[in-house]
C-alpha cells in the first residue's frame, strides 16, 4: 500500500504542471456549467416577471372599469349605493361620521362592510 502511495505520489510531482492544469480547467468547466444553469433560471425568471406585469396591468384596467360602473350605476336615480359612500370604499374623501342618535329615535341604519 505505501509502495502504491509512493508511485501515486511520484506520478504527481512528476507531473504537477499537467495536474494542475487539468484542476484548473476541470473548475473553469464546472464553473461555466453553474453560470450557464444561473443564466438559464434568470431567463426563466425574467419571463415569468414579464407575464405577472401583463396579468397586473390587465387586472387593474378591469378593477378600473368595474369601478367606472359602479359610479355610473350610484349616479342612476334608484341607485342600490351612493356615490359618497362609492368615494369613501376608493378613499377618495374622508367618510363622514354618524350623526349621533336622538333619544326615542326607531330609525334603523343600514350597514355595509366590504371584507
Known sequence: MEAALRG?????????????????????VALGWRSSEQQREIDGLETEKNSLRAANAS??????????????LAAAPSAPISTARLRCIYGEE??????????????EEESVSIA
Not at 501515486?8 to 473553469?28: A, C, D, N, Q, W
Not at 374622508?94 to 330609525?107: I, L, M
Open 59 to 72: 387586472m387593474s384596467a378591469a378593477m378600473w372599469a368595474w369601478r367606472e360602473e359602479l359610479f355610473s
Open 94 to 107: 374622508e367618510p363622514v361620521p354618524p350623526a349621533p342618535k336622538q333619544p326615542g329615535s326607531d330609525a
Open 8 to 28: 501515486i505520489r511520484g506520478k504527481l510531482t512528476e507531473h504537477r504542471e499537467k495536474v494542475i492544469s487539468g484542476l484548473l480547467v476541470g473548475s473553469f
